[in-house]
């Protein structure tokens, strides 16, 4: 056994006692109670620091606006459902790719409920003069996020699970080189949440942590585009892993970008995103019926005697039913 085929053992059997954990009763009870319990502490924690019963310290970190629990809550929930996407990304490729754009929509969700905490008063009022920027970005990044959440219907309805691999056993070898990358992505992610939390808290700057994690994801993605053209060089299957990964791409910018552009350009990357996976489900019939073709052809040349051209050099033979002429007579 060869040291990489060990390492991928070794590597195959962690993710899988993780992935077993993750969904399992257990896990679901944890992070039901540590989702409920971040948001009753923030809550308890905004409401001392505007007591202000906190340390000097402690309290210059702590909002005192009871909206930014439910950030909070809401950061908490999206760092689950990346778990949730890196957990998914050794099942499927094209799975992972709506993952994303599931997790992208609940990102525009958060920030939604974010532009709450622009109004410091209660009861909320706001007016033409006072507030309305904040409304007019609640309701685009509500309505991108709605977009997206239709257009993942139609999405996961149009997709084509094929094995891109010709054996079980070159399947297997992929499944653990994916998984490999999972677990390196899972150590990334608890990385930055480590350090997200602990920034702040220590004076350090504040890190942009779905954006930084996207960033990482586009590399994942190009990874595994990467490690699957070792199983499969087809035209309509690196154009469709490829495609995915450029999706990425544009979720990451629409992150960055401007509050309306970012959303509309997060709209047209889902749209994308379907794009693609309709287009491999009509090529893909096509493309098979093409390998057949050319795989029986093949077989056919093989199994001829002799070609064409053969048969045109050799001497034609008489026929024996007709009988020889003979001279004379």
């Known amino acids: 056994m060869?040291?990489?085929s060990a390492l991928l053992r070794f590597n195959s059997r962690v993710f899988d006692a993780f992935e077993e954990w993750w969904e399992g009763e257990g896990a679901r009870r944890v992070v039901a109670r540590v989702l409920v319990g971040g948001f009753l502490l923030s809550l308890v924690a905004i409401e001392?620091?505007?007591?202000?019963?906190?340390?000097?310290?402690?309290?210059?970190?702590?909002?005192?606006?009871?909206f930014r629990a439910i950030d909070v809550a809401f950061t908490l929930f999206l760092v689950v459902e990346l778990v949730g996407l890196v957990v998914g990304l050794?099942?499927?490729?094209?799975?992972?790719?709506?993952?994303?754009?599931?997790?992208f929509s609940l990102i525009l969700l958060r920030r939604s409920f974010k532009e709450l905490v622009k109004f410091e008063q209660e009861p909320i009022r706001w007016s033409m003069e006072a507030g309305r920027e904040a409304v007019q970005y609640l309701v685009v990044d509500a309505t991108a996020a709605l977009?997206?959440?239709v257009i993942l219907g139609v999405f996961y309805k149009v997709q084509v699970h094929q094995p891109i691999t010709e054996s079980e056993g070159e399947q297997e070898f992929f499944v653990r080189q994916k998984k490999l990358v999972a677990n390196g992505l899972l150590l990334i992610l608890a990385g930055l949440s480590v350090y997200a939390v602990a920034a702040p808290l220590l004076g350090g700057a504040a890190i942009p942590f779905f954006n930084t994690f996207y960033t990482v994801l586009i590399f994942s993605d190009i990874l595994i585009v990467l490690m699957s053209l070792r199983h499969s060089v087809t035209y309509h299957v690196v154009f469709r892993n490829s495609g995915f990964a450029a999706a990425t791409v544009m979720i990451r910018l629409a992150l960055s970008g401007p509050r309306y552009l970012g959303a509309a350009l997060g709209v047209g990357a889902a749209l994308f995103n379907l794009g693609v996976a309709a287009a491999y489900y009509y090529v893909t019939p096509a493309a098979q019926a093409s390998a057949q073709r050319n795989q029986e052809q093949t077989s056919f040349d093989d199994t001829s005697p002799t070609s064409p051209a053969d048969t045109e050099d050799q001497p034609v033979a008489a026929d024996p039913a007709e009988p020889e002429s003979t001279p004379g007579v």
Do not use: C, W, Y
């Not at 019963?53 to 702590?62: E, F, K």
């Not at 050794?90 to 997790?103: L, M, P, Y």
């Open 2 to 4: 060869s040291v990489v």
């Open 90 to 103: 050794a099942t499927s490729v094209a799975d992972t790719a709506g993952k994303q754009f599931e997790v």
């Open 48 to 66: 001392l620091s505007r007591m202000g019963l906190l340390p000097d310290s402690v309290g210059r970190s702590v909002s005192t606006n009871h």
């Open 147 to 149: 977009a997206i959440f």
